[in-house]
């Protein structure tokens, strides 16, 4: 592992990765925010103690804690694939300026994605965001199924 550790490629993976982790981390205390100060929630246990009354207004959903939701699974379909395959990608021995290539434009197109997604801006945009990074982890996979293609 230290080995590992020395190679470049590897430890530009594993910062490009830990970034996109915790962008997508962020995105729980997000969340939580939204349904605070929106007065949204959905278990009971989460209203526990008011009237019933209060409970009614507070056992809801609400469109930007749902956006916010949504950009976070988004967050899971994409961010997962990415470090199991760039973590492959990175075992394969690509050129360092390709891997950063590869490791900092699915980073930028991950947070740009959240920032448009919880913004509400132009659909087009998030939708260029995404598929940037789908690209990129179709990319590396390609990459290591050509290096180590055995069938």
């Not at 694939?81 to 197109?109: D, I, Q």
């Amino acid at each position: 592992m230290a080995g590992l550790m020395q190679d470049e490629v590897f430890m530009a993976f594993t910062t490009y990765a830990v970034i996109v982790i915790l962008k997508m981390m962020l995105m729980s205390p997000i969340t939580a925010y939204y349904r605070l100060t929106r007065g949204s929630f959905l278990n009971e246990e989460d209203v526990a103690g008011k009237s019933a009354e209060e409970k009614k207004k507070l056992l809801r959903t609400d469109a930007d804690v749902e956006r916010v939701r949504r950009c976070h699974q988004n967050d899971l379909e994409n961010i997962i694939p990415f470090v199991v395959v760039g973590l492959l990608y990175a075992l394969t021995g690509p050129e360092l300026s390709t891997a950063l290539l590869h490791f900092r434009l699915f980073a930028g197109s991950r947070i740009f994605h959240t920032i448009i997604y919880l913004c509400a801006i132009a659909h087009r945009l998030r939708g260029l965001c995404w598929i940037l990074g789908v690209l990129v982890t179709l990319s590396m996979a390609y990459t290591v199924l050509n290096t180590v293609l055995l069938l």
